[in-house]
Every structure is written in structure tokens, then in C-alpha cells.
């Protein structure tokens, strides 16, 4: 028996919200497909099916349901290996499984049903059933259940151990969770106040800007919501993975506070076109989010180190030739690996896309799509992807297998080959001003559209080589919770490379954090929130057609 | 078992385990200097490529 392996009722918490991510997967990855297809403008789709119906499908199921399901899980067994999970805590997290898959069922169902063709950004005045923004709510709330759980985990973990620094994951996790609690308050309170009420017809008119400012409150740290289970990973797991350390326990820390600090307060560099907000508070939204680049800086530079001190020690010199010393045939180090690579581009698109004027090229073009492509779909999932290979196995008490691990090698050179071509011909249609959110169209046989067309294709066919990698990897899922010899897969855990460094104690003063945090956000957001709600224009009747409800 | 208990035991996982090491070594990080200068510059000229682009229209 391995020693310190998750216990079984946890293992199966952890393994419930994976199920539910992987058929994600399957589903909105196929979703992904139609629309790549219906984009080249040699498809259409059959029974009636409408591109926004699928499109509501693509973002609602990838971008919330399987990130936030594997995320949740991801994050459980973390806390389960470094603080320890108490019956109640179990308990608690089913009732919090239940309810956001309830929430999950229900706002679904109004999508297939075609009730709910209003994307994943649901923008009024586009308006959707009621029950799919119940269904949002209810989910929510039941992340939400998430959030209090790992709260107490280290609470209950600090309480036995008074004085004692936190456990680096246990630390990650809670800091990730804050970020989620923080931003979601605002997505809960316009569908809470806004949303629903409205779609009910219990208020004529919707505040269409305070809707809008509410969403991006919560959509860009939702971004980091999704990041930082992968920075965990780079951080805590991939260097033991390496046969190296991980380089420093406080610039680890210290990222991950700025990303509590600096993440939330940023969301009008989303609005930078809209009307109707001071530019002066946009302008100061765009330095903080420039400032939230700094602690990816870090990570870039703490994995670099990683890998050098790893390959150095193994006896590789020089420059570079110590990235000869990393295990390119070991998929739980190469797949995270590309994900690191491929935030290269991913971040330096994000520094242009909250640049002002540079927003003025791109904003609402499909290079915003490759952009997140590249991050949440690359970046964020093949380090997920990557972290499936030993997690799923050692959550159901089974063994990768070589062959396994080589089909994985190829599942990720395939991911990595139809995301190179789908997003880099997204890109470059962008930059062409190809619109995003948009079916195929000729746009009257305009001369700009015709420019377009070749990348359109292009995108069809990196999307189909990204279907056959999802049809992979949601093989490679099933084998590996099902079909590998029963075994015990390691738990990569590394070790710090600086047994001496002192972390100071001040990165656990949760009040300052929070409070430093809040004080960001009072002062990002107060003044323009009340200039918002006093300048508004009239607010907006719904509109369910052409694509709200049909 | 009560709650305390059980959190206690399930809490003894070792995490972060550290090696005892004596000795204090600044570690060669000269490739890692470079690479991170390389981000940099890629940022720097991505950024002033679709700057210019922007000029340019």
C-alpha cells in the first residue's frame, strides 16, 4: 500500500466532479467542431440546430462546467494530501457537489432546449429563460459550498497547528478560492438582482452597462480562477515529476498574493470600448491589470529555475543543454510543459488586449478567441490534462501504464499541432478584423471577408485534429479510471530546493490580504459604479429573438 | 471517531518534505536569465507589432 494515499471517501469526491468534467469535455468539445465547421462556410447545421445554440453550448460547458468541475476536484484532493479532510468536510462537499450539478442540469437543459441562445457572456439585453439563470445561481452557490469547505480545512488545519506555515498547496487552493468567493459576488448579484427578476417579468427594464460591469467583475478573475490550479501544479507537483525542487517557498507565495490583489479590481479593460465609463478609471483598471502580469513573471522565471537546477544537477551544462535533462517521454511532464510554453504567446496577447489602443484593433475580432485558446484551452488544459495521467490512477487506486503514457505523448502533440493551426489562423483573421460570435457569412461579398476565408478553413481543420484529441484524451480518461491494472500511481509532491529559506509569516496574515484586496476594489470600482448608476441611459426591454430564445 | 480526531489523522500526510541540506551554493542560473529575457522580449515585440498596426491604420 502507498503511503499517505488519499483515502477512498475522498478519492471519490474528488473523482465524482472529474466524471462531470470529462463528459464536458466530450460534449462541448464536439460543439467546438460544429462551429469550426459552420465557420468555414461549407457546412450547415442540421435539424434546425442554431450556431448560437451551439456556441451557448461550446462556452457554458468547456469554460464553466469542466474547468470548474475539474478545478473543484483537482482542488479537494490537494487539500486531502496537505491538510486533511474531516467527515464533515465530506459530508459538505457532496451537498456542494449536488447542488452545483443541479445548477449545472438545469441551465443545460435550457440551452439544448434552445432557450437560452445567450453565450457564455449571457449579455443583456439578449434574454434567456429564467430557469437558465436560476440554473447559474444554483451553481454558484454551490461552488460556493467549495469555497467554505477548503476555508475550513485550513482553518481546522491551523487550529491543531498554531504558528505553524500553512502547507503550500492548502495555501494555493485558499488563495484560489478567495478569488473565486470575491469575483462571483458580482455574477451572483446581477443575475441575482438583475437577471432574473427580468426574465420573470417582474421588471420591465435590465441596466444594461451595471449588468455588463458586474459580468466583467467576475470574468476576468474567473480566468485566474482557471490559471492558478495549474500554476499549483507547476509550482508543487512538476518539479518532483522533473527530479527536481521547487525553487522557493516564498516567491511562491508571494505570486499567488498578488494574484489575489491584482486579479479582481481589472475588469474594464473587457469594457475599454464601452461607453458610458470614465476612461480615467478605465485607465487605472489597465495599469492593475498590468500589474497582475508581474507574479505569471515569476512563475516563468521560478520554473525556468526549476528545470535548470534539475538538468544542472543531472550533469548537463551550458546554456541550455540542461533542457536535455527533462523527461520529454514522461506525459506529466511533457503536456503541462507545452501548456507553459504556449502561455508565452497566451500572455504577451493579453498585455496587447488590455493595452488601449491596441484593443482597438482586436476587441470583438476571433483573435480574442485564439487568445483564450491559447490560455485556458491550452495553457490551463494540457497541464490538466497532463495532471489526469497520475491523479486519476492514484484516485482509483489503479497504475499509468507505458502504453498509456506513449498514447498520452500523442494525444498531446496532437492537442498541441490543431491548436497551433486553429488558434494561429483565429489570430491572424483577427488582426485581419474577422469578427468573433459571428456564423459564417460573405458580408455581402465584401472584399475585407473574402481575406478571411482561407484562415476559416484553416480553423476547420485544426478543430477537427482538436476533436480527435479530445476523442483521445476522453479514452485515455475511461482507461485510466477503469481499465489499467490495479496499482498505487505516485502523488508527485517536490520538495523545496532551499531547506534554510524563511518564509515570512506575514504571507499568512489573512486579514491584511483580504483587506488590501478589498481596498483594490473599493477604490477600482466605487466611484464608477455610482457614475454608472447615475448617468445610465433608459434601461433595456429583453430581447429574445433573433438569438435569445430562438 | 470525532472530527478532530479524524482531521488530525488524515492531516499526517507529509507534504513538502525537505532535504537537510548542509551547504549553500548559489545555483548557475544563467539559462534560466535568458530565457526569462527572451519572454521579454517576445512581449516587447508582440506588443509594439500590433502598436504599429494600429499606427498604420
Given at each position: 500500500?502507498?503511503?499517505?494515499?488519499?483515502?477512498?471517501?475522498?478519492?471519490?469526491?474528488?473523482?465524482?466532479?472529474?466524471?462531470?468534467?470529462?463528459?464536458?469535455?466530450?460534449?462541448?468539445?464536439?460543439?467546438?467542431?460544429?462551429?469550426?465547421?459552420?465557420?468555414?462556410?461549407?457546412?450547415?447545421?442540421?435539424?434546425?440546430?442554431?450556431?448560437?445554440?451551439?456556441?451557448?453550448?461550446?462556452?457554458?460547458?468547456?469554460?464553466?462546467?469542466?474547468?470548474?468541475?475539474?478545478?473543484?476536484?483537482?482542488?479537494y484532493a490537494l487539500m486531502s494530501k496537505s491538510v486533511g479532510m474531516s467527515k464533515g468536510h465530506r459530508k459538505w462537499a457532496w451537498i456542494g457537489y449536488i447542488v452545483t450539478l443541479a445548477g449545472t442540469i438545469m441551465a443545460a437543459t435550457m440551452i439544448l432546449l434552445g432557450e437560452a441562445n445567450v453565450l457564455y457572456t449571457f449579455y443583456a439585453p439578449l434574454q434567456a429563460h429564467p430557469l437558465y439563470y436560476i440554473g447559474l445561481a444554483l451553481f454558484v452557490v454551490g461552488t460556493w459550498i467549495a469555497c467554505f469547505i477548503n476555508f475550513n480545512q485550513l482553518y481546522q488545519w491551523k487550529k491543531q497547528d498554531p504558528g505553524e506555515k500553512s502547507p503550500l498547496m492548502a495555501f494555493m487552493v485558499v488563495?484560489?478560492?478567495?478569488?473565486?468567493?470575491?469575483?462571483?459576488?458580482?455574477?451572483?448579484?446581477?443575475?441575482?438582482?438583475?437577471?432574473?427578476?427580468?426574465?420573470?417579468?417582474?421588471?420591465?427594464?435590465?441596466?444594461?452597462?451595471?449588468?455588463?460591469?458586474?459580468?466583467?467583475?467576475?470574468?476576468?478573475?474567473?480566468?485566474?480562477?482557471?490559471?492558478?490550479?495549474?500554476?499549483?501544479?507547476?509550482?508543487?507537483?512538476?518539479?518532483?515529476?522533473?527530479?527536481?525542487?521547487?525553487?522557493?517557498?516564498?516567491?511562491?507565495?508571494?505570486?499567488?498574493?498578488?494574484?489575489?490583489?491584482?486579479?479582481?479590481?481589472?475588469?474594464?479593460?473587457?469594457?475599454?470600448?464601452?461607453?458610458?465609463?470614465?476612461?480615467?478609471?478605465?485607465?487605472?483598471?489597465?495599469?492593475?491589470?498590468?500589474?497582475?502580469?508581474?507574479?505569471?513573471?515569476?512563475?516563468?522565471?521560478?520554473?525556468?529555475?526549476?528545470?535548470?537546477?534539475?538538468?544542472?544537477?543531472?550533469?548537463?551544462?551550458?546554456?541550455?543543454?540542461?533542457?536535455?535533462?527533462?523527461?520529454?517521454?514522461?506525459?506529466?511532464?511533457?503536456?503541462?510543459?507545452?501548456?507553459?510554453?504556449?502561455?508565452?504567446?497566451?500572455?504577451?496577447?493579453?498585455?496587447?488586449?488590455?493595452?488601449?489602443?491596441?484593443?482597438?484593433?482586436?476587441?470583438?475580432?476571433?483573435?480574442?478567441?485564439?487568445?483564450?485558446?491559447?490560455?485556458?484551452?491550452?495553457?490551463?488544459?494540457?497541464?490538466?490534462?497532463?495532471?489526469?495521467?497520475?491523479?486519476?490512477?492514484?484516485?482509483?487506486?489503479?497504475?499509468?501504464?507505458?502504453?498509456?503514457?506513449?498514447?498520452?505523448?500523442?494525444?498531446?502533440?496532437?492537442?498541441?499541432?490543431?491548436?497551433?493551426?486553429?488558434?494561429?489562423?483565429?489570430?491572424?483573421?483577427?488582426?485581419?478584423?474577422?469578427?468573433?460570435?459571428?456564423?459564417?457569412?460573405?458580408?455581402?461579398?465584401?472584399?475585407?471577408?473574402?481575406?478571411?476565408?482561407?484562415?476559416?478553413?484553416?480553423?476547420?481543420?485544426?478543430?477537427?485534429?482538436?476533436?480527435?484529441?479530445?476523442?483521445?484524451?476522453?479514452?485515455?480518461?475511461?482507461?485510466?479510471?477503469?481499465?489499467?491494472?490495479?496499482?498505487?500511481?505516485?502523488?508527485?509532491?517536490?520538495?523545496?530546493?532551499?531547506?534554510?529559506?524563511?518564509?515570512?509569516?506575514?504571507?499568512?496574515?489573512?486579514?491584511?490580504?483580504?483587506?488590501?484586496?478589498?481596498?483594490?476594489?473599493?477604490?477600482?470600482?466605487?466611484?464608477?459604479?455610482?457614475?454608472?448608476?447615475?448617468?445610465?441611459?433608459?434601461?433595456?426591454?429583453?430581447?429574445?429573438?433573433?438569438?435569445?430564445?430562438? | 471517531?470525532?472530527?478532530?480526531?479524524?482531521?488530525?489523522?488524515?492531516?499526517?500526510?507529509?507534504?513538502?518534505?525537505?532535504?537537510?541540506?548542509?551547504?549553500?551554493?548559489?545555483?548557475?542560473?544563467?539559462?534560466?536569465?535568458?530565457?526569462?529575457?527572451?519572454?521579454?522580449?517576445?512581449?516587447?515585440?508582440?506588443?509594439?507589432?500590433?502598436?504599429?498596426?494600429?499606427?498604420?491604420?
Amino acid at each position: 500500500m502507498l503511503k499517505n494515499k488519499i483515502p477512498k471517501p475522498e478519492s471519490k469526491i474528488a473523482m465524482a466532479h472529474m466524471y462531470v468534467a470529462f463528459i464536458a469535455l466530450l460534449v462541448g468539445g464536439l460543439m467546438g467542431l460544429l462551429q469550426t465547421f459552420v465557420r468555414s462556410g461549407e457546412f450547415t447545421l442540421p435539424f434546425g440546430i442554431g450556431y448560437y445554440q451551439i456556441l451557448t453550448v461550446h462556452g457554458v460547458v468547456l469554460g464553466l462546467v469542466l474547468t470548474t468541475f475539474f478545478i473543484i476536484g483537482f482542488q479537494y484532493a490537494l487539500m486531502s494530501k496537505s491538510v486533511g479532510m474531516s467527515k464533515g468536510h465530506r459530508k459538505w462537499a457532496w451537498i456542494g457537489y449536488i447542488v452545483t450539478l443541479a445548477g449545472t442540469i438545469m441551465a443545460a437543459t435550457m440551452i439544448l432546449l434552445g432557450e437560452a441562445n445567450v453565450l457564455y457572456t449571457f449579455y443583456a439585453p439578449l434574454q434567456a429563460h429564467p430557469l437558465y439563470y436560476i440554473g447559474l445561481a444554483l451553481f454558484v452557490v454551490g461552488t460556493w459550498i467549495a469555497c467554505f469547505i477548503n476555508f475550513n480545512q485550513l482553518y481546522q488545519w491551523k487550529k491543531q497547528d498554531p504558528g505553524e506555515k500553512s502547507p503550500l498547496m492548502a495555501f494555493m487552493v485558499v488563495i484560489n478560492m478567495l478569488i473565486w468567493f470575491i469575483s462571483t459576488l458580482g455574477v451572483a448579484s446581477t443575475v441575482l438582482f438583475q437577471f432574473i427578476p427580468w426574465s420573470l417579468g417582474m421588471v420591465d427594464e435590465i441596466n444594461v452597462l451595471v449588468s455588463r460591469t458586474l459580468f466583467w467583475y467576475f470574468g476576468h478573475p474567473l480566468v485566474y480562477f482557471w490559471l492558478l490550479p495549474a500554476y499549483m501544479a507547476w509550482y508543487t507537483i512538476i518539479p518532483k515529476i522533473i527530479g527536481g525542487k521547487i525553487f522557493s517557498d516564498g516567491l511562491a507565495r508571494l505570486a499567488f498574493l498578488l494574484f489575489l490583489l491584482f486579479s479582481i479590481p481589472v475588469g474594464f479593460h473587457h469594457q475599454l470600448t464601452e461607453p458610458g465609463i470614465d476612461p480615467f478609471w478605465k485607465y487605472i483598471q489597465v495599469i492593475l491589470t498590468f500589474m497582475v502580469a508581474i507574479p505569471s513573471l515569476l512563475t516563468a522565471f521560478s520554473m525556468f529555475a526549476s528545470f535548470e537546477m534539475a538538468g544542472r544537477a543531472k550533469g548537463h551544462k551550458g546554456l541550455f543543454k540542461w533542457f536535455k535533462g527533462l523527461p520529454w517521454k514522461d506525459v506529466r511532464f511533457l503536456a503541462p510543459f507545452i501548456g507553459m510554453v504556449a502561455f508565452i504567446p497566451g500572455g504577451a496577447g493579453g498585455l496587447i488586449n488590455a493595452s488601449n489602443q491596441l484593443n482597438g484593433v482586436i476587441h470583438n475580432t476571433i483573435w480574442v478567441t485564439g487568445h483564450f485558446h491559447l490560455t485556458v484551452a491550452t495553457t490551463v488544459m494540457l497541464t490538466f490534462f497532463g495532471l489526469s495521467y497520475w491523479l486519476i490512477p492514484h484516485l482509483k487506486g489503479r497504475t499509468l501504464t507505458p502504453k498509456l503514457n506513449k498514447l498520452g505523448l500523442i494525444q498531446t502533440w496532437v492537442w498541441t499541432i490543431g491548436m497551433s493551426i486553429m488558434s494561429g489562423s483565429m489570430h491572424i483573421q483577427g488582426l485581419l478584423g474577422a469578427p468573433r460570435r459571428s456564423a459564417f457569412s460573405t458580408y455581402g461579398g465584401s472584399e475585407q471577408a473574402q481575406e478571411w476565408v482561407g484562415y476559416q478553413i484553416a480553423q476547420a481543420v485544426g478543430g477537427s485534429i482538436l476533436f480527435i484529441g479530445i476523442i483521445l484524451m476522453v479514452y485515455i480518461f475511461f482507461k485510466l479510471s477503469f481499465g489499467t491494472p490495479k496499482g498505487d500511481q505516485e502523488f508527485p509532491v517536490a520538495e523545496y530546493a532551499d531547506v534554510n529559506e524563511r518564509t515570512p509569516m506575514v504571507f499568512e496574515n489573512w486579514k491584511l490580504w483580504i483587506g488590501i484586496a478589498a481596498v483594490l476594489i473599493l477604490f477600482a470600482y466605487t466611484i464608477p459604479f455610482i457614475d454608472i448608476i447615475q448617468n445610465s441611459p433608459p434601461g433595456s426591454p429583453g430581447f429574445q429573438f433573433p438569438i435569445g430564445r430562438g | 471517531m470525532s472530527k478532530q480526531s479524524a482531521l488530525k489523522q488524515s492531516s499526517a500526510h507529509d507534504v513538502h518534505e525537505v532535504e537537510d541540506i548542509e551547504t549553500h551554493e548559489e545555483p548557475n542560473l544563467k539559462g534560466t536569465f535568458a530565457a526569462v529575457m527572451f519572454i521579454g522580449v517576445f512581449i516587447v515585440v508582440s506588443w509594439i507589432g500590433v502598436y504599429a498596426l494600429y499606427m498604420y491604420r
